[in-house]
């Protein structure tokens, strides 16, 4: 369980639009539900966060950009004066580190609760999520979604780009558009969640057009340069079954191609994949790849950074880790140094609770890292 040493192309800086990166190393979305009851985030957020200023971007949790899109309890929001500043608190902390930091939109469609809301989900298509839900009070049967008309639909794009605007108001440098892991852009894009027959639905074509839409009103409000997309090709987290995965992505990477976005992140990329081949040869911008990292049951003792080499290697601009990052406040020192990494704790802390699990994780150079990290480096690590 030890890592040597290494000289890595993840720890060369990298032009990120406006943003100088000192490193290639990205702490991917994770969501850990730590907002108050009213999405504002709360101060440990800020320390979570000024705690991982090292990578080279910070990538910010599933934010919700109105009402409706909230999926559970004690997500952040962005859609109120209120989130505004309980945000600003937080990239203020990170920029005092040295950091910088996206933020993830994410609507969450049919992945939602009234419990968790106060309101009806909605979604392409009357299609309930099939599977039970976490709620306060625990794991809930999904609704069924409201089908959303052609006014929601505009105006859930118009509140994608207001949110955005937000979120540079609350000191983000850029955002993510979430249009993977079974949320509402991915719904609109899969078969088995979109039966619609107007113009968002049928031929891939249409069923790209809101991710697409929504990337362009995003892009539009704050500088394409501002905006990365997040994609999950074949992903079946939350009962998602696409139907033509082949088909929909070259689709909608041909639909926003042009606009000359910040990144396009690719979940369980693999350069091994025909698939990830083709988006990686078909996207003329930045590429950010988040291994694959699911052959092996736990977390790899390197945190993926063997996997995120090889990406590198094969065209990726980026690296984005998501549970080394939950686990290692420092991981661009401890993967740089060489040192073991802590492990992720048991899942239960993931999600919930407050500092246990969430800001307890130690920096090296605590005493009983020190002398680990003195012995498997030989003492070169100047930890
Ligand atoms: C606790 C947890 C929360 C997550 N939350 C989000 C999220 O808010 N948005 C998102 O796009 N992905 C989310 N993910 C997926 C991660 O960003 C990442 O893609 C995934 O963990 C795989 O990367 P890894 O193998 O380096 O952990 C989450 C994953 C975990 C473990």
Same mark, same amino acid.
């Given at each position: 369980?030890?890592?040597?040493?290494?000289?890595? #192309?993840?720890?060369?800086?990298?032009?990120?639009?406006? %943003?100088?990166?000192?490193?290639? %190393?990205?702490? +991917?979305?994770?969501?850990?539900?730590?907002?108050?009851?009213?999405?504002?985030?709360?101060?440990?957020?800020?320390?979570? =966060?000024?705690?991982?200023?090292?990578?080279?971007? &910070?990538?910010?949790?599933?934010? !919700?950009?109105?009402?409706?899109?909230?999926?559970?309890?004690?997500?952040?929001? &962005?859609?109120?004066?209120?989130?505004?500043?309980?945000?600003?608190?937080?990239?203020?902390? $990170?920029?005092?580190?040295? #950091?910088?930091?996206?933020?993830?939109?994410?609507?969450?469609?049919?992945?939602?609760?009234?419990?968790?809301?106060?309101?009806?989900?909605?979604?392409?298509?009357?299609?309930?999520?099939?599977? !039970?839900?976490?709620?306060?009070?625990? *794991?809930?049967?999904?609704?069924?979604?409201?089908?959303?008309?052609?006014?929601? @639909?505009?105006?859930?794009?118009?509140?994608?780009?207001?949110?955005?605007?937000?979120?540079?108001?609350?000191?983000? +440098?850029?955002?993510?558009?979430?249009?993977?892991?079974?949320?509402? /852009?991915?719904?609109?894009?899969?078969?088995?969640?979109?039966?619609? !027959?107007?113009?968002?639905?049928?031929?891939?074509?249409?069923?790209?057009?809101?991710?697409?839409?929504?990337?362009?009103?995003?892009?539009?409000?704050?500088?394409?340069?501002?905006?990365?997309?997040?994609?999950?090709?074949?992903? !079946? $987290?939350?009962? @998602?079954?696409?139907?033509?995965?082949?088909?929909? =992505?070259?689709?909608?990477?041909?639909? $926003?191609?042009?606009? #000359?976005?910040?990144?396009?992140?690719? %979940?369980?990329?693999?350069?091994?994949?025909?698939? =990830?081949? *083709? @988006?990686?040869?078909?996207?003329?911008?930045?590429?950010?790849?988040?291994?694959?990292?699911?052959?092996?049951?736990?977390?790899?003792?390197?945190?993926?950074?063997?996997?995120?080499?090889? %990406?590198?290697?094969?065209?990726?601009?980026?690296?984005?880790? #998501?549970?080394?990052?939950?686990?290692?406040?420092?991981?661009?020192?401890?993967?740089?140094?060489?040192?073991? /990494?802590?492990?992720?704790?048991?899942?239960?802390?993931?999600?919930?609770?407050?500092?246990?699990?969430?800001?307890?994780?130690?920096?090296?150079?605590?005493?009983?890292? *020190?002398?680990?990290?003195?012995? $498997?480096?030989?003492? *070169?690590?100047?930890?």
């Amino acid at each position: 369980m030890t890592n040597a040493p290494v000289n890595s #192309g993840l720890f060369t800086p990298f032009r990120l639009g406006p %943003l100088h990166l000192p490193n290639r %190393l990205v702490m +991917a979305p994770l969501t850990r539900n730590r907002a108050g009851a009213d999405g504002v985030p709360e101060p440990i957020m800020a320390t979570h =966060y000024a705690q991982r200023a090292s990578a080279g971007l &910070i990538i910010a949790e599933g934010t !919700t950009p109105n009402a409706v899109g909230q999926t559970y309890a004690n997500i952040p929001a &962005i859609h109120r004066p209120e989130h505004v500043t309980g945000w600003r608190r937080v990239t203020d902390a $990170v920029g005092a580190a040295g #950091g910088r930091m996206f933020l993830q939109l994410q609507h969450g469609g049919r992945v939602g609760h009234p419990d968790n809301s106060g309101l009806v989900p909605v979604a392409p298509s009357p299609v309930a999520l099939p599977e !039970t839900i976490r709620t306060p009070a625990g *794991r809930r049967p999904s609704v069924v979604p409201r089908e959303m008309t052609a006014d929601d @639909i505009r105006s859930t794009v118009a509140d994608f780009a207001q949110a955005a605007r937000n979120a540079v108001a609350a000191g983000f +440098a850029g955002v993510e558009v979430h249009a993977a892991n079974g949320m509402l /852009l991915h719904q609109f894009m899969a078969q088995n969640t979109n039966h619609r !027959t107007d113009a968002y639905g049928g031929p891939v074509g249409n069923r790209v057009r809101f991710a697409a839409e929504v990337t362009r009103a995003v892009a539009d409000a704050i500088g394409p340069e501002r905006v990365g997309l997040r994609i999950s090709p074949a992903n !079946t $987290v939350n009962g @998602i079954d696409e139907g033509d995965t082949h088909r929909i =992505y070259p689709a909608l990477l041909a639909a $926003v191609g042009d606009l #000359g976005l910040a990144y396009l992140h690719v %979940l369980f990329a693999d350069p091994d994949q025909p698939l =990830y081949r *083709r @988006i990686r040869d078909d996207w003329s911008g930045v590429l950010m790849a988040n291994p694959d990292l699911r052959r092996s049951p736990a977390l790899p003792a390197d945190g993926g950074r063997s996997a995120g080499e090889r %990406l590198l290697d094969s065209g990726a601009g980026l690296i984005s880790l #998501g549970r080394a990052f939950i686990a290692n406040p420092d991981l661009v020192e401890r993967l740089r140094a060489g040192a073991p /990494l802590n492990e992720v704790r048991e899942q239960y802390w993931m999600y919930v609770g407050g500092e246990t699990g969430y800001n307890d994780y130690p920096v090296l150079g605590a005493a009983e890292d *020190r002398g680990r990290v003195l012995a $498997v480096t030989g003492g *070169r690590s100047g930890a």
